[in-house]
């Protein structure tokens, strides 16, 4: 049995060893050292990136925000803290901390600027997204973290950092909490923040337990008191940081639970043939039941309100509020009515605009064949337009004309158009 549970723990120590692909340490702490610093075209590329994830919320465009986090370079300060706890180096962690303060700072006034003076302001599902953050996110954040580093420290890369980039998404809450400083709201900067936040320490927790795991050489040889002390903040750090998600967490799990006893009572006590249920939701433990249709025996009812207990919603009150099916066959008829009378007056107005159209090709054919007649009959006649004014009939004639051969046109016209109201002619030299 020993020999057995030995050869398990080597076949499983040979496909999870990960020290067989540790990359050179010294290599490793060179690149994080040189993604930590925020100058020249880091800075450069921040704030173009946070301009492009801010367009991406505005617009609700995933696509647009996962463009953004690929190119952002949010991640080298977070990894840079990591790391430089995990082989006590105080000089990277000064230097990580600077320039994690100086990326934060300038990101949120960038995302600030944007949304103050972009016309689009109202906060769409990515940026609400972004503002309630949980456990969920938590753990986003570390298993992310943990892959960040693990690609970072290790030969067998792969396609890792793009996809950590994504999943933990730094630069989307940094455009939120700018969002909300734009338009003064202050739940949506804080709780963008906090995202935020967790992200940053748990991404930083991961590189940190990567770094030991991996068995990183310690820079600087500190006392145990002072090793001891810094695991204590570590640990205070990362406690804090959950207990908001916790409870956030909480309340959603505990609505998700109580919705769903809601809609299993309202289909086995309440759902019968004859009646559709329009809603149920709770409201000061007030159970609001909506119906229409066949109504539900005041039995039925009650039987209702005593079986509530079995689906977890001891004292809870019940409301139903229902149309009878006459009163529900008179809304629908109504509704029917109504709609039948727009499309009436939809016709109407349709069959006016027919007239209308039909009116001014009437007028286009009649100019034509006018045209064509004054030409024949009146010497220096080049065109007549007939069009219809609001208190009879114009009649714009073009040409070189005389005082005797206007004449000579007025009246013609006049005979022509007898049947039109009142005739108004107009001539106009070419």
């Not at 590329?45 to 996962?66: D, H, R, W």
């Not at 149920?280 to 119906?291: F, G, I, P």
């Not at 010497?379 to 000579?408: F, H, K, P, W």
């Amino acid at each position: 049995m020993q020999i057995n549970l030995r050869s398990i723990k080597q076949s499983l120590g040979k496909y999870f060893n990960l020290l067989n692909d540790k990359e050179d340490e010294l290599a490793v702490i060179e690149q994080v050292r040189g993604g930590i610093a925020f100058r020249g075209t880091n800075l450069w590329i921040l704030i173009f990136a946070i301009f492009i994830a801010s367009l991406g919320l505005n617009v609700n465009s995933t696509a647009v925000i996962i463009g953004a986090m690929l190119i952002s370079p949010l991640m080298g300060p977070i990894i840079g803290m990591g790391l430089s706890v995990g082989i006590s180096d105080s000089e990277m962690l000064k230097q990580a901390l600077k320039n994690y303060g100086v990326a934060t700072l300038i990101s949120v006034l960038t995302a600030t600027l944007y949304f103050f003076i972009s016309p689009l302001s109202e906060a769409r599902s990515e940026l609400l997204a972004r503002t309630s953050p949980t456990l969920y996110d938590v753990l986003i954040a570390f298993f992310g973290g943990a892959a960040g580093v693990l690609a970072l420290t290790t030969k067998s890369k792969g396609q890792v950092i793009p996809g950590v980039a994504i999943a933990t998404a730094l630069m989307p809450p940094l455009c939120t909490a700018g969002y909300g400083l734009a338009t003064a709201q202050w739940s949506y900067f804080f709780g963008a923040f906090y995202l935020f936040f967790i992200n940053t320490v748990f991404i930083a927790t991961a590189t940190f337990l990567g770094v030991k795991l991996l068995r990183f050489h310690s820079v600087q040889i500190l006392d145990q008191e002072a090793s001891r002390r810094g695991r204590k903040v570590m640990m205070w750090v990362v406690v804090v940081t959950m207990i908001p998600a916790a409870i956030i967490t909480v309340n959603l799990v505990s609505q998700d639970v109580s919705q769903r006893n809601v809609n299993q009572f309202v289909h086995a006590e309440l759902d019968q043939e004859g009646t559709q249920i329009l809603s149920s939701h709770m409201e000061n433990d007030t159970l609001n039941v909506v119906a229409i249709g066949r109504e539900i025996a005041e039995g039925a009812v009650a039987q209702a309100r005593h079986n509530m207990k079995f689906y977890g919603l001891d004292g809870k009150e019940l409301l139903v509020i229902q149309a009878s099916a006459g009163e529900g066959f008179a809304l629908a008829a109504s509704q029917l009515s109504n709609a039948e009378h727009s499309n009436k007056l939809l016709s109407s107005q349709i069959g006016d605009l027919q007239r209308q159209l039909a009116a001014y090709t009437d007028l286009d054919t009649l100019s034509s064949r006018l045209g064509a007649e004054a030409k024949v009959l009146f010497r220096g006649v080049e065109g007549v337009t007939v069009g219809s004014l609001a208190d009879g009939t114009v009649a714009i004639v073009r040409g070189q004309l005389n005082s005797s051969v206007r004449t000579q046109v007025e009246d013609w016209l006049a005979v022509r158009l007898r049947d039109r109201n009142h005739l108004e002619v107009i001539f106009k030299d070419e």
